[in-house]
């Protein structure tokens, strides 16, 4: 079965940080674009940014919003990408999704985990 | 940034009926529009890419055309499961945005 599932989700003070998984199942993860999409409570969603697959480098792009504060990583031996927030705000309160992300012939995210929720709060 | 601009924000109609949902790109997008679904407490799910392609295993209820800066989402008759919010996406350009989301409600 093809698969996402996102972990390491929390609550945590505000200027801290936290590392969020994605790890995939069901696929050749190597080959593909991953995203992560958010979700702040009761709002609609947000692009984070994205991790290119090695044969693009594994080239990164991130939104305005997140860059210099969030990192994205993966590690193809392990199906896995990763999501690094630092100096995390109260804005950054929101489920974040990982997304396999299909980049031709068409560009779409056709396979979303569960989401993990990281609440931002003192 | 590529604004998308949805309408109408929440929609209320009855099980039968023809539902249309418009999108609006504050430039042009050539056909780099995404389409999903989105449940409460549930990850969005991939309805048409490219405008006007439907995703494998989506009924062909659905429907999408556009091209450029207007966009539409059409349900031919509305099921009890169709009852959810729906987002539009742009992936022309980065950063890629989508829209602020339209919630189709029972009337």
């Known amino acids: 079965e093809v698969q996402l599932v996102e972990s390491g989700g929390g609550l945590v003070q505000p200027g801290g940080s936290l590392r969020l998984s994605c790890a995939a199942s069901?696929?050749?993860?190597?080959?593909?674009?991953m995203d992560w999409v958010r979700q702040a409570p009761g709002e609609g969603l947000e692009w984070v940014g994205r991790?290119?697959?090695?044969?693009?480098?594994?080239?990164?792009e991130y939104a305005a919003s997140v860059k210099g504060r969030f990192t994205i990583s993966r590690d193809d031996s392990k199906n896995s990408v990763y999501l690094q927030v630092n100096s995390l705000q109260t804005e950054d309160t929101a489920v974040y999704y990982c997304a396999r992300y299909q980049v031709s012939p068409y560009r779409f995210s056709d396979i979303w985990g569960q989401g993990t929720m990281v609440t931002v709060a003192s | 940034d590529i604004q998308l601009t949805q309408s109408p924000s929440l929609l209320s109609a009855s099980v039968g009926d023809r539902v249309t949902i418009t999108c609006r790109a504050s430039?042009?997008?050539?056909?780099?529009l995404v389409w999903y679904q989105q449940k409460p407490g549930k990850a969005p799910k991939l309805l048409i890419y490219?405008?006007?392609t439907l995703q494998s295993g989506v009924p062909s209820r659905f429907s999408g055309s556009g091209s450029g800066t207007e966009f539409t989402l059409t349900i031919s008759s509305l099921q009890p499961e169709d009852f959810a919010t729906y987002y539009c996406e742009q992936v022309n350009i980065y950063p890629l945005t989508f829209g602020g989301g339209t919630k189709v409600e029972l009337k």
């Open positions: 490219a405008a006007s």
């Open positions: 991790s290119r697959n090695k044969a693009n480098s594994y080239t990164t």
């Open positions: 430039q042009g997008i050539s056909s780099y």
């Open positions: 069901g696929f050749i993860f190597s080959d593909h674009y």
